[in-house]
């Protein structure tokens, strides 16, 4: 095993959308940081739209799916007992190169859960202490957006005016008027003018142009962060009395270790709760930090429903901006003492057209245009003439959805693979009904002559949440309300596995927040871990 004597002052593991705030932020303080990610650098020309054959890149090596993309980076994920397949990209920038960089925050009932419905847990934190590094996070990422949303308190001027919702967007939003619902426009975490260095993203590239490989790395390594690639960390290292040491990792074929005083966790609700449990030593023996028997219980997806509307307006096919939402509606956000579910969700309304592949293998729906007599009349009708509502619901915490490791699934390294049980509660299925009911309702409302649903999208599990949760309570949680782990105190979690629940909106705000103020308390009050 490759060792050096270099013992920095905090090693990363992973340099996605968490992992390249906080090294960020502790770079600030010129705080001694090395990042480990297990995949590479995308270049920022990769996949141009242009190319005649960019949407077959979509539905390959550029799948959202680590298990039917294969490439050498990834890992093997047992995903046969769940109804929602997960989705991440391993690289610089995480799975924010692939995402479609819509950027809602929490709500401040998003907290309080517990208090409010009498289920689930509130958080050991609110959304006002949370509130200053949301606004800090927007102007990295370089947010457009409108000011004035009533859905929420107020928010500053938003960094970059807001994108376009398009004519599909104006047509929908004639259907929200029409029934009295809210409706939006969404932050995008897509500058809509020059910012920070960095032009518009006019959609040229599947890659997205909104991720932490140009927004937050840039400067995390001209202040002196080190971040390897290709480096596949297999586990965190203990000492007798139980702290943490650092991580070994495989890179290049070899067995290496990087010494730390501190570990912090930036791998997804998957990957930091595969990590942990393959941590096992004779201190802990269930996994590291999990003394509560909680690491990898309680994952936690956004269960997606997808309605589309077929209209008889030319709804063009032009390209720019993101792949995700510019527009939105919370009407059904909160609970509605009149609904048979409880907590909600929300309708996200798509801001793009489809390429002419995407809609003749049926888009969101997974429905393709049928071959035969009729397949030329079929595709005409849907292209150019679909919008598309995506609906995003909360999913309750419960123990048995779960991350545990398979016995016989491993990776290229030899390293135990994750397997996922999970199923969608009555609560969640229930919602999904309402909003696909409602989703239907809007499209009418605008025009749409036809309409297409999907109450459950299969590929659809971009959030993976709360499988190593926080809370006050070190038995019926893993992190404290800094991230830091009730068992191990130099061992950290920033990423998305530390939601105590799960909102019903894209979390990845949220979880750059956390980990923003995560980086401030180890500046400040926790700084002895470091030093």
Not at 29 to 40: F, H, R, Y
Not at 234 to 252: F, H, K, M, P
Not at 456 to 478: I, Q
Not at 503 to 521: E, F, G, K, S
């Amino acid at each position: 095993m490759a060792s050096n004597d270099e013992i920095a002052d905090i090693v990363v593991v992973g340099a996605g959308a968490s992992g390249a705030a906080f090294a960020w932020s502790m770079a600030q303080a010129g705080v001694k940081v090395v990042c480990l990610e297990q995949g590479g650098w995308v270049a920022t020309d990769a996949f141009p739209t242009s190319d005649h054959d960019s949407q077959i890149h979509w539905q390959t090596d550029f799948h959202p799916d680590p298990g039917f993309r294969g490439l050498p980076e990834d890992y093997p994920i047992n995903e046969d007992e769940t109804p929602i397949a997960p989705l991440m990209y391993n690289a610089v920038g995480g799975s924010l190169i692939h995402w479609g960089a819509h950027f809602p925050r929490f709500h401040p009932s998003d907290f309080r859960v517990k208090t409010l419905e009498g289920v689930a847990d509130d958080w050991p934190l609110t959304y006002e202490e949370l509130e200053p590094y949301y606004d800090l996070n927007d102007r990295m990422m370089g947010v457009s957006g409108l000011k004035g949303d009533p859905a929420y308190p107020e928010k500053p001027e938003r960094p970059c005016p807001p994108l376009s919702i398009r004519k599909s967007g104006q047509l929908l939003a004639k259907g929200f008027d029409k029934l009295g619902w809210h409706w939006w426009a969404s932050d995008t975490a897509v500058s809509s003018v020059h910012h920070h260095d960095r032009d518009p993203d006019m959609g040229n590239f599947l890659r997205s142009f909104a991720s932490t490989d140009l927004t937050y790395w840039p400067y995390a390594i001209e202040n002196g962060v080190r971040l390897e690639t290709y480096a596949r960390v297999r586990e965190v290292t203990i000492d007798e009395s139980g702290n943490a040491t650092g991580v070994l990792y495989y890179q290049d074929g070899e067995l290496k270790e990087q010494k730390a005083k501190a570990v912090v966790l930036a791998c997804n609700g998957i990957g930091t709760a595969r990590l942990l449990l393959n941590s096992k030593s004779a201190l802990f023996p269930d996994g590291l930090a999990n003394s509560s028997g909680l690491v990898g219980k309680c994952l936690m997806h956004h269960p997606v429903g997808s309605v589309l509307g077929i209209f008889d307006e030319d709804l063009g096919t032009e390209d720019g901006g993101p792949r995700g939402s510019t527009m939105l509606s919370q009407e059904f956000y909160e609970t509605n003492p009149d609904h048979d579910f409880i907590r909600g969700y929300d309708l996200q309304v798509l801001a793009y057209s489809d390429a002419p592949l995407a809609a003749a293998i049926g888009s969101l729906l997974g429905k393709k245009v049928a071959w035969g007599e009729g397949h030329h009349e079929e595709f005409k009708e849907r292209f150019g003439h679909m919008i598309g509502i995506t609906i995003m619901t909360e999913d309750l915490p419960e123990e048995h959805n779960m991350v545990t490791l398979d016995p016989e699934l491993t990776d290229s390294d030899g390293i135990p693979a994750p397997k996922l049980n999970y199923t969608v509660s009555e609560n969640t299925t229930k919602m999904l009904e309402h909003a696909v009911e409602r989703a239907t309702e809007v499209l009418v409302a605008a025009g749409a002559k036809k309409t297409v649903a999907q109450p459950l999208r299969r590929y659809a599990g971009w959030h993976l949440l709360g499988t190593a949760r926080m809370g006050e309570d070190p038995a019926k949680s893993v992190v404290d309300r800094w991230g830091r782990t009730h068992d191990v105190s130099n061992l950290f979690i920033i990423d998305g596995s530390i939601f105590t629940t799960s909102a019903c909106v894209n979390p990845t705000p949220t979880i750059q927040a956390l980990a923003l103020r995560t980086a401030d308390y180890l500046k400040g009050e926790g700084k002895q871990v470091i030093e």
